[in-house]
């Protein structure tokens, strides 16, 4: 199976801050990767898709960029809303997994 | 407006059974590959599995640890997506999601709510 690492697993940053969430893949998986925020209690919801596609209705703020086995989610101006997990997957190949997530706190 | 709305879940004792359901509305539900994502407390996103639709001959794929004790099914006909959970163990319990893939791609573009499932004497 592939496994992928997150990192970090837990961030705190000011609103306006720009991050950035690593998620590396055991083997290579092209550009198959799909990245979703959740907020507690709540159900997660798809961010990028295709490393780097933004999702309809998901703010410019948020990118997504990497290949093989290397990629990077990017929020651009951290805003009150983005708290939560973040966590990615791969499609590559089945069985589907995800990475451990990271945590984010707004300061 | 696409919705997924569970529901089945509850308390079960460790190697009895459960059956999940989901009720898909807003899209053309035979049209598209389903899956199950569960979450224990506290932690993160675990896919359960997958399965394709009449085209690719419902095939379905599972993750390991839920391999051989999970089935998933759909009923195109009353539009409804099924998890039957037998064997049950204590570290099955947590929310179960169900997700739609889209036709582009096997990552899930819409959630339901989630329903918990709780696996305890």
């Known amino acids: 199976d592939i496994q992928l690492t997150q990192s970090p697993s837990f961030l705190s940053a000011s609103v306006g801050d720009r991050v950035t969430i690593t998620c590396r893949a055991s083997q290579d998986i092209r550009t198959s990767l799909a990245w979703y925020h959740q907020k507690p209690g709540k159900a997660p919801q798809l961010l990028i898709y295709a490393t780097s596609i933004l999702q309809s209705g998901v703010p410019s703020r948020f990118s997504g960029s990497g290949s093989g086995t290397e990629f990077t989610l990017t929020i651009s101006r951290l805003q009150p809303e983005d708290f939560g997990g973040y966590y990615c997957?791969?499609?590559?190949?089945?069985?589907?997994?995800f990475g451990g997530g990271t945590k984010v706190e707004i300061k | 407006e696409v919705q997924l709305v569970e529901s089945g879940g509850g308390l079960v004792q460790p190697g009895g059974s459960l059956r999940l359901s989901c009720a898909p509305s807003?899209?053309?539900?035979?049209?598209?590959?389903m899956g199950w994502v569960r979450q224990a407390p506290g932690k993160g996103l675990e896919w359960v599995g997958h399965i394709k639709n009449r085209a690719a001959s419902y095939t379905t794929e599972y993750g390991a640890s839920v391999n051989g004790r999970f089935t998933i099914s759909r009923d195109d006909s009353k539009n409804s997506l099924y998890l039957q959970m037998d064997s049950l163990k204590i570290e099955d319990t947590g929310v179960y999601y169900c997700?739609?893939?889209?036709?582009?791609?096997?990552?899930?573009?819409?959630w339901g709510q989630g329903t918990l499932v709780t696996v305890s004497s």
């Open positions: 997700a739609r893939s889209p036709h582009y791609g096997d990552f899930f573009d819409y």
């Open positions: 997957q791969q499609i590559y190949i089945f069985p589907l997994t």
């Open positions: 807003g899209f053309t539900f035979s049209a598209h590959y």
